[in-house]
């Protein structure tokens, strides 16, 4: 489940009730699925589509989606840090940015719409670490980036209103940088002796 975290303050929310509410005024949607015995381990891409089909026809219905994929990072995925580099920089799309994880985890970063550099450091920016069962839609226009916990390992099924897919639009001066890509969900840590900031990637 979702671990929502506030970036001036160390509240921590991690009900996905709460993190529902707390992300709406936002207009970002959260949601969390059962995943329990919906895939075995070997699943491929298209096994993950398959199982997932109600619920991505569902969305795409909804939020006028035309087409899905499975995205699968791991730690050997080739040009792993150049396909990183291009997500952990403040930006937007001109689409919604829609993710149901299925495995591993990674970070939603989150400044929110309306505020300005000096306010981001008061309480407009937070992050939503995600994890499997956790879907999210980031609309278009709000101003996030992304990036992995140390075990650089996530999967994704994306929908998209284009089907051209991804295309971030970088801010200028923006703040990612002011904040240390950190993990801090309850299954992530579990398996920690000792809390440390991921690498910068
Ligand atoms: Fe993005």
Redesign the pocket.
């Known amino acids: 489940m979702a671990t929502l975290t506030l970036s001036n303050s160390d509240r921590r929310i991690e009900s996905p009730e709460a993190v529902a509410q707390f992300l709406e005024p936002f207009g970002i949607h959260y949601e969390h699925w059962p995943v329990e015995g919906r895939l075995s381990a070997d699943a491929t891409n298209d096994d993950i589509l398959a199982e997932y089909a109600p619920e991505i026809e569902q969305l795409k219905q909804s939020g006028g989606y035309v087409t899905a994929d499975v995205i699968n990072v791991a730690p050997d995925t080739p040009g792993l840090d150049e396909m990183l580099a291009k997500?952990d920089k403040e930006?937007t799309?001109s689409e919604d940015?829609v993710r149901f994880t299925v495995e591993g985890r990674g970070v939603f970063w989150i400044h929110a719409p309306g505020s300005d550099q000096e306010e981001a450091n008061t309480a407009s920016v937070f992050s939503i670490e995600v994890e499997a069962g956790d879907l999210i839609n980031?609309p278009a226009g709000t101003q996030?980036?992304?990036h992995l916990c140390d075990d650089r390992h996530i999967r994704c099924i994306r929908l998209f209103q284009d089907p051209a897919g991804?295309t971030?639009d970088y801010m200028e001066g923006g703040i990612a940088t002011d904040h240390p890509p950190v993990c801090w969900g309850r299954s992530y840590l579990a398996g920690k002796t000792e809390v440390k900031p991921v690498v910068q990637l």
């Open positions: 997500f930006h799309h940015e980031v996030h980036w992304f991804w971030p």
